[in-house]
């Protein structure tokens, strides 16, 4: 019995034709002559990976585009300038603190580079989710466990009312709706009072 490569017209002696069997198939291979990216759904699905501030996540794409415009062959030796990241939506102010989130949660790993010069060179990354030439991925994400980014302090509610000067809840405030109807609001709930 011959053996048949699954999705691909076969001609009468078992032999694959490298056409496709269904047209629907076609759409479904990686787009011709593009680059593309692979993210395993369980970093998607991950709280690490749904947890992260928008900068912090546009901080990760450019990474990621960087590893590809290097083959996937130079994880671990990545580098990326201020500037890079400032063109890619990264503002100046947040990436100190986008890459500190990334390496909390354990999705990337920063070394300062070498100093040959007067100008700070740029840091180099090594994505966790990918392998590296020496070694695979480690995925140290999966053993992050923390809060949401950002996180409400403990013991803090958001929902509270807020308070008077003189400590007591202030009262209600009626607004009209729309259709002429008066709604009596709670300051800071939103829920409406009957």
Avoid at 1 to 28: E, K, P, W
Avoid at 170 to 180: A, E, L, V
């Amino acid at each position: 019995m011959v053996a048949r490569m699954a999705g691909f017209r076969h001609d009468a002696t078992g032999r694959s034709t490298r056409r496709l069997a269904d047209r629907r198939q076609a759409a479904r291979l990686n787009p011709p002559k593009e680059p593309w990216v692979f993210i395993p759904f369980s970093l998607m699905e991950s709280l690490a990976f749904r947890s992260l501030s928008i900068n912090a996540r546009r901080a990760l794409d450019r990474l990621i585009v960087e590893n590809g415009r290097h083959n996937r062959l130079e994880n671990g030796e990545l580098r990326v300038s201020a500037r890079q990241f400032h063109e890619w939506g990264v503002t100046k102010d947040c990436l100190t603190p986008d890459t500190r989130e990334l390496e909390e949660k354990e999705l990337l790993v920063t070394t300062p580079g070498e100093v040959t010069g007067a100008l700070r060179p740029p840091n180099i990354f090594r994505l966790n989710f990918f392998g590296t030439l020496e070694k695979p991925a480690t995925n140290e994400w999966r053993k992050w466990t923390g809060q949401q980014w950002p996180s409400t302090p403990p013991g803090q509610n958001i929902i509270d009312v807020p308070k008077t000067r003189d400590g007591n809840t202030p009262p209600s405030r009626t607004r009209t709706s729309r259709k002429g109807r008066a709604l009596s609001l709670k300051l800071g709930m939103g829920n409406a009072e009957k």
